[in-house]
């Protein structure tokens, strides 16, 4: 069974500041996927990764398979980014299996 | 919008009853995948279909049981309900099954059980 470790659960930032959130996890995998849930609940998958480095907007997810880890930065931080982040690695024998970190809520103070 | 749709959004019953989600995935997708979020379990992987068939099994109960159909909806039956299946339920879906496909969220059906 993989275990997953997010740290920090919780982190309060001020806008603008640079945001990094950290993903470990034991055995080994063929991707990972970080989703971002809002408070209203929804899940929006942000990245999905087997390698290297990712870049949408204002995000960045690396991972290194290796060392069984992954994070998420945020730059320029904005309080529309307030909301849980949950790493996901899939499992590596292809059923697309996700286990799920408990996830970090991320608060941006204007 | 990610293209997945949920129905219902709410869902408001007593224990021992019986329930039915519904999941149509994004057009063209052909696996579906159900999770259950829970306060105290967190995010979980209950049961992936693809084309029809059951592909993968994690922590789902006997009591729950799931289908896709031919035209790919997928339907999870919760019955015998009990205070601990209140939840978040989504449905996420992705083209195959390949390792690398990403997964699109449905926006869930937040179910109580009174």
Same mark, same amino acid.
């Given at each position: 069974?993989?275990?997953?470790?997010? !740290?920090?659960?919780?982190?309060?930032?001020?806008?603008?500041?640079?945001?990094?959130?950290?993903? !470990?996890?034991?055995?080994?995998?063929?991707? #990972?996927?970080?989703?971002?849930?809002?408070?209203?609940?929804?899940?929006?998958?942000?990245?999905?990764?087997?390698?290297?480095?990712?870049?949408?907007?204002? #995000? $960045?997810?690396? $991972?290194?398979?290796?060392?069984?880890?992954?994070? #998420?930065? $945020?730059?320029? !931080?904005?309080?529309?980014? !307030?909301?849980?982040?949950?790493?996901?690695?899939?499992?590596?024998?292809?059923?697309?299996?996700?286990?799920?970190?408990?996830?970090?809520?991320?608060?941006?103070?204007? | 919008?990610? %293209?997945?749709?949920?129905?219902?959004?709410?869902?408001?019953? &007593?224990? %021992?009853?019986?329930?039915?989600?519904?999941?149509?995935?994004?057009?063209?997708?052909?696996?579906?995948?159900?999770?259950?979020?829970?306060?105290?379990?967190?995010?979980?992987?209950?049961?992936?279909?693809?084309?029809?068939?059951?592909? &993968?099994?994690?922590?789902?109960?006997?009591?729950?049981?799931?289908?896709?159909?031919?035209?790919?909806?997928?339907?999870?039956?919760?019955?015998?309900?009990?205070?601990?299946?209140? &939840?978040?339920?989504?449905? &996420?879906?992705?083209?195959?099954?390949?390792?690398?496909?990403?997964?699109?969220?449905?926006?869930?059906?937040?179910?109580?059980?009174?």
């Amino acid at each position: 069974k993989n275990e997953v470790e997010q !740290s920090p659960q919780n982190l309060t930032a001020q806008e603008g500041e640079f945001i990094t959130i950290n993903c !470990s996890y034991s055995v080994g995998i063929s991707a #990972l996927h970080w989703l971002q849930q809002h408070p209203g609940g929804g899940i929006v998958s942000l990245f999905m990764l087997s390698s290297g480095k990712k870049k949408h907007g204002r #995000l $960045i997810a690396t $991972i290194n398979i290796q060392e069984k880890h992954s994070s #998420l930065h $945020i730059t320029a !931080s904005h309080p529309r980014d !307030s909301a849980v982040y949950i790493c996901a690695p899939r499992d590596l024998f292809g059923n697309e299996k996700l286990t799920f970190g408990t996830g970090t809520r991320l608060t941006i103070i204007p | 919008d990610s %293209g997945v749709t949920q129905t219902p959004k709410h869902l408001i019953t &007593a224990t %021992g009853q019986r329930v039915t989600l519904r999941c149509s995935p994004r057009s063209g997708d052909l696996s579906v995948y159900w999770y259950q979020q829970s306060l105290d379990q967190g995010l979980q992987f209950l049961i992936q279909y693809y084309n029809g068939e059951e592909r &993968a099994k994690g922590n789902i109960l006997e009591r729950f049981s799931a289908q896709q159909f031919p035209d790919l909806h997928s339907e999870l039956n919760l019955s015998s309900l009990e205070l601990g299946d209140s &939840a978040l339920y989504f449905c &996420a879906s992705s083209p195959g099954t390949s390792g690398y496909n990403e997964q699109f969220f449905g926006p869930g059906t937040r179910l109580t059980v009174l």
